[in-house]
T-cell receptor, first 113, second 115 residues
């Protein structure tokens, strides 16, 4: 049973560039959430997708956008990268009614130079 | 808005000793509460969760946690720590209602285990 997978594992970008991160949910899950974890901090909720729609959004600027595909996989896009966007980006999947039982992927480490 | 406080940034215990990691939450109603563990370079693994009912919950790897409404706490415990328990531990709270299930995390407690 495949768990949550994310790609790429690591990514290095420069300020002003754009990045796309990808996530495949655990088998049987249809809801995907994205979190940003800065160094030494706990994960912070970016947004959640269900039925290809953004259901809830955290306190992140519009530079952060996402998409969910019919196969439930998801992408996180960040435009106009800032140094402060350097972080571990975690994807989590879940399935109603157990939306809170979120299974996390290994994350994508983004470094912005 | 909900919030989580983990007062201890770093804790060191000897292998075989007992462990208690503190977690305090702020939420207007009965929350959903979680403990996750993160090993270096890894994602988060769910240790245990509290939704309702018995306030003492058992999790994986021999961990347990107790929900105390009067103290707004959900402390994690283990009677005997193993060297492999060294990791970062995060407490999280989930809010009821709506169509989404946002989790709010604390800043984490790093556990070091000495042999």
């Amino acid at each position: 049973d495949a768990g949550v997978t994310q790609s790429p594992t690591h990514l290095i970008k420069t300020r002003g560039q754009q990045v796309t991160l990808r996530c495949s949910p655990k088998s049987g899950h249809d809801t995907v959430s994205w979190y940003q974890q800065a160094l030494g901090q706990g994960p912070q909720f970016i947004f959640q997708y269900y039925e290809e729609e953004e259901r809830q959004r955290g306190n992140f600027p519009d530079r952060f956008s996402g998409h969910q595909f019919p196969n439930y996989s998801s992408e996180l896009n960040v435009n106009a990268l800032l140094l402060g966007d350097s972080a571990l980006y975690l994807c989590a999947s879940s399935k109603p009614p157990g939306l809170y039982e979120q299974f996390f992927g290994p994350g994508t480490r983004l470094t912005v130079l | 808005a909900q919030s989580v406080t983990q007062p201890d940034i770093h804790i060191t215990v000897s292998e075989g000793a007992s462990l208690e990691l503190r977690c305090n939450y702020s939420y207007g109603a009965t929350p959903y509460l979680f403990w996750y563990v993160q090993s270096p370079g890894q994602g988060l693994q769910l240790l245990l969760k509290y939704f309702s009912g018995d306030t003492l919950v058992q999790g994986i790897k021999g961990f347990e946690a107790e929900f105390k409404r009067s103290q707004s706490s959900f402390n994690l415990r283990k009677p005997s720590v193993h060297w492999s328990d060294a990791a970062e531990y995060f407490c999280a709270v989930g809010a009821h209602g709506g169509t989404a299930s946002k989790l709010t995390f604390g800043t984490g407690t790093r556990l070091q285990v000495t042999l």
